[in-house]
């Protein structure tokens, strides 16, 4: 009997080790972002399709970290404290914190309030951003400039707070309200 019980324990062993790695298999694939359907062909990356238009962005980057507008012209900054939501177009807590930060925006000019699109393919996010109807500028980050340069957490999304070029807060969480962001904001520049 002992001998049975030690090749049953064995066998439930290989079983849960095999259903875990299935699992950790099957949820990479599904949490992976998206290749285009041209760039699977090997025609064109998504990363080369044509970005719609946006809004133009306020300056040459955000926190003093100089990137390119996305789908718009860079303008000339005007001295307010900047708020940076840090997203990704795949990125499903993201896409419901985004209406937040426009509308956040539109109810809060004397801040600068503007996106960082955190992947390589700035096609993807500029579409994104379009199907959303969301107005908010965002920046264009390919390669991990802006996060690794404040050393953000490795997660999105992330708010950054920046009174000139001083980072004053940071939030690495998804906010569900325009008035739960105002609230980190102003806690952020009263510190």
């Given at each position: 009997m002992t001998r049975q019980l030690l090749w049953m324990t064995a066998a439930g062993v290989l079983a849960t080790i095999a259903v875990?790695?299935?699992?950790?298999?099957?949820l990479r694939e599904v949490n992976a972002p998206q290749e285009s359907a041209e760039g699977a062909g090997g025609e064109a990356s998504a990363s080369d399709a044509e970005i719609v238009a946006r809004p133009d962005c306020p300056g040459d980057g955000a926190g003093g970290i100089d990137l390119a507008c996305l789908g718009g012209e860079t303008g000339t900054g005007k001295g307010k404290p900047t708020v940076v939501n840090v997203w990704a177009w795949w990125c499903g807590p993201c896409r419901d914190e985004l209406p937040h930060f426009d509308e956040f925006a539109a109810e809060h000019p004397e801040y600068e309030v503007v996106g960082v699109h955190a992947d390589a393919?700035?096609?993807n996010g500029a579409a994104m951003l379009t199907e959303l109807g969301i107005e908010l500028p965002s920046y264009q980050d390919d390669d991990n400039t802006f996060a690794g340069t404040l050393g953000l957490p490795g997660v999105i999304p992330v708010t950054v707070v920046f009174d000139g070029d001083e980072q004053v807060g940071m939030y690495a969480k998804p906010f569900t309200s325009a008035d739960e962001i105002n609230d980190a904001v102003t806690e952020a520049l009263a510190r």
């Open positions: 875990v790695a299935g699992a950790v298999f099957l393919n700035p096609a």
